[in-house]
């Protein structure tokens, strides 16, 4: 798999599997490292809320049945949806989360990343998931975000916890992570308790 470093894509295909939810979204991206923006085409999702309900929690094997199952067809929709006709050609690049997540859950998505980039000619760029919380900033179609490095960000997910210090877009070190129990899972409980989700 690629690194993003230095890289210029345009277009991107992101594969999310990590946990239960099936994503796959398009984006442009412009401005580079200096001044990067990214405008989202499409952004497709299955979710297995439901399905996993009676268990009280996430069944990884279950997940990634359903990955199998929903990924062609999340491709389809979110390529036709961004209005993608030769993805081959118009397509620069995939990103696909390596992590952390459901061990199952997450080699579904690398393994259909793959197998669409050996078909495709084209490159993977692997994505922490946690990076993914901290990009989230620059998703803003409606104003261009500025961020004044360096930042200390406070990454809360549902089983992940971190706090991380950027000195710029892709250069960041973690200062320290939840080594039991996340803070983002305690806020998932409670919203359960509480019947918000």
């Known amino acids: 798999m690629s690194k993003i470093k ?30 990067p923006h990214f405008k989202i085409k499409s952004n497709v999702i299955s979710s297995q809320v439901k399905l996993h309900a009676p268990y009280g929690g996430v069944v990884p094997n279950l997940a990634k049945r359903e990955h199998i199952k929903n990924l062609p067809i999340i491709l389809q929709r979110a390529i036709r949806k961004a209005g993608v006709t030769r993805p081959e050609k118009e397509i620069n690049a995939l990103a696909v989360t390596v992590g952390p997540g459901l061990e199952p859950a997450l080699w579904t998505g690398i393994n259909f990343a793959q197998k669409l980039a050996q078909d495709w000619q084209l490159p993977v760029v692997a994505v ?20 004044d490095f360096p930042v200390i960000a406070l990454l809360v997910s549902g089983g992940h916890t971190s706090l991380v210090f950027a000195k710029n877009w ?9 080594v039991d129990d996340a803070a983002g899972e305690a806020f998932d409980k409670v919203a359960r308790m509480m019947h918000l989700s």
């Open 128 to 147: 922490n998931h946690m990076e993914g919380h901290l990009v989230t900033p620059l998703l803003n179609n409606k104003q261009k975000v500025k961020i």
């Open 6 to 35: 230095g890289a210029k894509f345009k277009t991107i295909l992101g594969i999310e599997t990590s946990c239960d939810e099936t994503s796959i979204a398009v984006l442009t991206c412009s401005g580079g490292l200096a001044k």
């Open 170 to 178: 892709l250069s960041y070190k973690t200062i320290g992570e939840t």
